[in-house]
């Protein structure tokens, strides 16, 4: 209280009546000017902007002028101005001088960090149009910087105020680290994360990923020092700490995107009670399928000379060896594949049969579409199995569903 009593009586507080006045209507007159000529410079700056970057192709003066750069350059007209009317605004007051020449230091750092910051938003902002940069968390480092800036700012503006050095100030930070620390912690994790994610290209804007343990499935459209956005594809957006992709599972699709197709993993199931063995009218039903006709022929004239040379009785289909109608349309199901002109011939096509299930025995299609758009792979998916279900009739085969009580199945 003594301190703030002896700051009071050295700034005049004790004056008369006649000087606070008088000090009140220098300060009145001094600030609208300065807020007048702010105005007009601001006025005129932004019309020379706006005129440059009408005669100009570059986009770099389109940016400056949408991030506020002519208005944040205004603001130093009111420190010149003030700066230069500090003697006459104490009133001759040497104590008050000295208090609004700081304050008028503490506004100009205010304002050289504003325009850093316009500076700043406008080099993310181009740097964002360019492919190499599009995928990058730039913002991420624009706000590191900024928060570097501020905090500058504000241990230069303690140092103004109170007159001591600037280093004073970096000395007691050691004092409040783990203050600093636990104020901070997210944000610190959040740096380190970015870094991580940046140096070993984990995530990208744009990537479509999945964090099941915090229901987002999706696309992200932000990266910065605190959170991950991800827009959903209901549309919803999740919000994510930066470092918890550090710390939780994700699953990133982007490999997906970048190869030569999108896979296909789907099994039907076929009831076990309709797999049994083919006589030949069934084969030569099958023989007249045109892009499996080949296939038969060849396993047809297989099995012959295998039960020729081995002088099984095939009048009993366990001896020798006979074709089962599971076994050839799986046949057909990769033949199907191989031909289609949807599939990618380069990765792998397959029909595999896996154990058998309560629900039957499975058939699972392992294979990938060329065209990796989402609407286009799944209908591309629908189409293979429309044919695939409707084809297993003619190999005599059922596939399995559900009984409803009561109703008996066919």
Partial sequence: ???????????????????????????????????????????????IFHKIAGKTNT???????????????????????????????SNGNPAAQEWLSALVDVYAVYVSIIVIRSLLRSLRQELQKRSQFKDKPIDSYIQVVMIFLWGIGLLLSFSILSGKELVYFFTGLGALSAVIMLVFKDTILGFVASIQISANDLVRIGDWITMESHGADGDVIEINLSTIKIQNFDKTITTIPTYQLLSSSIKNWRGMSESEGR??????????????????????AIEKVERFSAVVIAKKNDIKAYNAALKANTSIPLNGRNLTNLGLFR???????EQHPSINQNLTVMCRQLPPTPNGIPLEIYAFT??????????????LFDHIIASSAYFHLKLFEFEQQGIPRN
Wanted: charged share 20%; hydrophobic share 50%; aromatic share 16%.
């Fill in 331 to 337: 046949s057909y199901i990769q033949t199907f594949l």
């Fill in 370 to 383: 060329k065209d990796k758009e989402w609407k286009a792979h799944e209908n591309i998916s629908g189409d």
């Fill in 59 to 89: 986009s770099v003066d389109d940016t400056l002028v949408e991030n506020k750069l002519p208005k944040n350059l205004s603001r130093f007209v009111p420190y010149f101005f003030l700066s230069a009317m500090v003697q006459s605004w």
């Fill in 1 to 47: 209280m003594v301190l703030l009593y002896d700051l009071l009586i050295e700034l005049g507080w004790d004056r008369s009546w006649a000087w606070w006045t008088n000090f009140t209507a220098v300060s009145i007159v001094l600030l609208t000017a300065a807020w007048i000529f702010r105005v007009v410079v601001r006025f005129m700056l932004v019309s």
């Fill in 263 to 284: 896979r296909v993993k789907r099994p039907i199931y076929i009831r076990a009670s309709s797999v049994r063995f083919l006589n030949e009218s069934e084969l030569d």
